[in-house]
């Protein structure tokens, strides 16, 4: 299995809240990937990486900011959590452009 | 219109029987994946392909790039392959998915 872990595994917060969501890699893999999985809506990339600080956005990022400082760590941060960001989130690696992507056991936020 | 749409979206078969699921797609990709996840469960990547065919066990992935479809197949199916399959496809650095399709498998 990949070494990829996200932290935390649940959360409930209210809304108004900021929280970041962590995914790390022990891989050293290039690329990482945030993606949120709905009901009827399967995963939605929220933002994504191909290298330390650079990032850019996905079809769902309205609401959520990025950042990766080193290559095993990327974080996703909902700055005022609303009830619509109620999902699960997901953390993807690869290591290049052609490569399937393995990911992390994902994390379940409430926003209450 | 989705770009990858998968059909059925429901599934539910006995044991043993062969199982086909379809996935159509409507954008230039360089690979396409089929993903399984259990109930509850992460994200597992079962198969990635450009072209042909590729087989892993009783699960076979077939593409047909001109026509833009591919077939997952689940040769003497169990219940332990009760799952939900996504097809995802690869184009540029991003990768743009089906809803799934949810299998059950009884015995």
């Known amino acids: 299995d990949a070494g990829i872990t996200q932290s935390p595994r649940h959360k409930v917060t209210e809304t108004g809240t900021p929280v970041t969501l962590r995914c790390h890699q022990t891989?050293?893999?290039?690329?990482m990937y945030w993606y949120r999985q709905d009901p009827g809506h399967g995963l939605r990339l929220i933002h994504y990486?191909?290298?330390?600080?650079?990032?850019d956005k996905g079809e769902v990022s309205d609401g959520y900011s990025v950042s990766r400082s080193k290559t095993e760590d990327f974080l996703l941060t909902l700055e005022s959590a609303t009830s619509s960001q109620t999902s699960v989130y997901f953390c993807?690696?690869?290591?290049?452009?052609?490569?399937?992507?393995?990911f992390g056991p994902g994390t379940r936020l409430t926003v209450t | 219109k989705n770009e990858v749409e998968q059909s059925p979206q429901n599934l539910t078969a006995q044991e043993g029987e062969f199982i086909t699921i379809n996935c159509s797609y409507s954008?230039?990709?360089?690979?396409l994946h089929w993903l399984q996840q259990h109930p509850g469960g992460g994200i597992v990547s079962l198969f990635m392909?450009?072209?042909g065919k590729k087989k892993h066990g009783r699960l076979i992935a077939t593409i047909n790039i001109q026509e833009k479809h591919s077939s997952l197949h689940i040769t003497a199916s169990h219940p332990r392959d009760s799952a939900v399959y996504i097809c995802?496809?690869?184009?540029?650095?991003?990768?743009?998915f089906g809803k799934g399709t949810r299998l059950h498998i009884l015995p």
């Open positions: 993807a690696i690869k290591p290049g452009p052609k490569y399937e992507q393995y």
């Open positions: 891989e050293n893999h290039r690329y």
């Open positions: 990486s191909y290298g330390v600080k650079d990032t």
């Open positions: 954008v230039g990709i360089s690979a």
């Open positions: 392909l450009s072209s």
């Open positions: 995802a496809v690869s184009r540029d650095d991003k990768i743009i």
